[in-house]
């Protein structure tokens, strides 16, 4: 079965790479990709995480201080 | 040919350096952070990156604080028209280039009060003056780390540490300083630091920025220009956020690129060894050059209290033409005249007419140095 994944729309690309940034440091494994297309987001690049890592996701994403538009289920 | 022209921009730059422009150029070149694909991202990685060196490079607080400018004018531009408003009193110095003072004595026509410290001959500045300054209200002090015209090393942590004290944001033009002098925005007290890529950080011209400290709240300075920024485009209002609030528009990417390269570079060496060589020149400079008649040298004569320039002045004989024939003649090239900078020279005593600034740089030889004292021996021996 295909595992879960979600991922993090933010408003700019700048913040995509920092938020990479910073879940690579907390081992949490992501990837930037476009963003699918019944979302959307204007940088046009998402964070892509496994869903059961949401709880690591938020509160890596809460320290950097960044404004997202959300987390969204795949 | 000899290179002795750093002050206005280092030559040459590192080899890494033009091969990481150039491998953009032909292989990572899309727009970053405007598209999704994958191209577009690793150009916006490229970005990133530059943006995580400049920050740690210079103890800034968070790399999304590093906002590309195309030079540190442009950053002291957006610096000081971005927070300073009429009825606004800013302190600055006597040693300043016109990136600081023509931007200053524009906000002053319009009700800024400046308050210009004066330095001493040498163009060193005592801090205990900006202290005094500073026992009336202030909203900002502003200041080089070095000068452009004799080197001077300023006292930036002394005086970040008195605007601290008080309240007061401290805004420092690293343009003569960044690469060799070590600055740390935490350490120095600084809240906004200006940097130009193309001096003393090797980098492509067309590259500097702004970092901005947790002390400058996100919206505090207006942008001095808005456009696209490739977020919340359904907006018509420019974002929030730094870094994209201060930066629309395309990036010049490929600078940055080469940007990331030469910082990798400079930290390679450590982070005083290009700052010890260019002063060993300079001095190697100075004492060739010193007992010369007529000659006048200017800036302190330690070599350790300046960065790798060195002025001079002969009686008799006018700066242009010692310069045309370094040039003409010796194949030396120098900049002769004001150096953008006629506070620093009314300071030192030599406006309107100038002085020779020969620059070293990290790639200069010691034979180098040899050869253009004995240009500046012939010259003087035989002009007056």
């Known amino acids: 079965m295909k595992e879960d994944m979600k991922v993090l729309l933010v408003y700019s690309t700048s913040h995509a790479l920092r938020i990479e940034k910073d879940l690579k440091i907390r081992e949490v494994s992501c990837k930037l990709v476009p963003v699918p297309r019944h979302l959307s ?34 | 040919m000899i290179y002795l022209d750093n002050g206005a921009t280092s030559f040459p730059k590192p080899r890494c350096t033009a091969e990481a422009v150039y491998n953009f150029l032909l292989h990572t070149g899309a727009n970053p952070g405007r598209s999704a694909h994958g191209m577009s991202v690793d150009a916006a990685r490229i970005v990133y990156e530059t943006r995580e060196l400049v920050n740690s490079f210079f103890g800034g607080p968070d790399p999304l604080r590093v906002v590309f400018t195309m030079n540190a004018t442009y950053a002291i531009n957006m610096a000081l028209k971005g927070l300073v408003k009429p009825g606004d009193r800013v302190i600055t110095t006597s040693m300043e280039h016109n990136a600081v003072m023509r931007p200053l004595r524009s906000l002053e026509s319009e009700g800024v009060l400046l308050t210009v410290v004066p330095c001493e001959k040498d163009g060193v500045l005592d801090p205990t003056d900006i202290r005094k ?30 605007a601290r004290e008080k309240g007061v944001p401290f805004l420092v ?19 906004l630091l200006a940097f130009t890529g193309h001096k003393s950080l090797y980098g492509p011209p067309g590259t500097g920025g702004l970092i901005i400290g947790t002390g400058v709240g996100e919206k505090d300075i207006r942008p001095l220009i808005e456009g696209g920024t490739g977020s919340r485009s359904e907006n018509e209002i420019q974002p929030a956020f730094l ?25 390679e060496k450590g982070p005083d060894g290009v700052l010890q060589r260019e002063q060993d020149l300079t001095e190697r400079l100075r004492q060739e050059i010193t007992a010369v008649s007529g000659l006048r040298l200017y800036g302190p004569e330690d070599a350790r209290q300046r960065t790798g320039v060195l002025s001079f002045t002969i009686d ?69």
Request: some cysteine; proline content about 4%; aromatic content about 4%.
């Open chain 2, 243 to 267: 870094p994209d609030r201060l930066e629309s528009g395309t990036p010049n990417a490929a600078g940055l690129a080469g940007l990331r390269a030469s910082l990798n570079w400079l930290m």
């Open chain 2, 316 to 384: 008799g004989i006018e700066v242009s033409e010692i310069g045309e024939r370094l040039d003409a003649d010796f194949g030396i090239l120098t900049r002769v005249g004001l150096h953008c900078a006629p506070a620093a020279h009314r300071t030192i005593g030599t406006f309107p007419e100038g002085t020779v600034r020969m620059a070293v740089g990290a790639f200069t030889r010691d034979e180098e140095i040899d050869a253009a004292a004995d240009a500046v021996r012939t010259i003087a021996a035989e002009g007056r």
């Open chain 2, 173 to 191: 033009d690293t343009a003569q300083a960044g690469g060799l002098v070590p600055l740390n925005m935490d350490e120095d007290f600084i809240d």
């Open chain 2, 133 to 162: 300054a500073l026992k009336d209200s202030a909203e900002l002090v502003v200041m080089s780390a070095a000068s452009n015209v004799t080197g001077t090393i300023m006292p930036v942590r002394e005086v970040g540490k008195f």
């Open chain 1, 41 to 74: 987001s204007d940088c046009g690049i998402c964070v892509r995480f496994r869903a059961v890592d949401e709880d690591s996701v938020i509160k890596a994403v809460d320290e950097t201080g960044i404004e997202t538009m959300g987390i969204f289920p795949l």
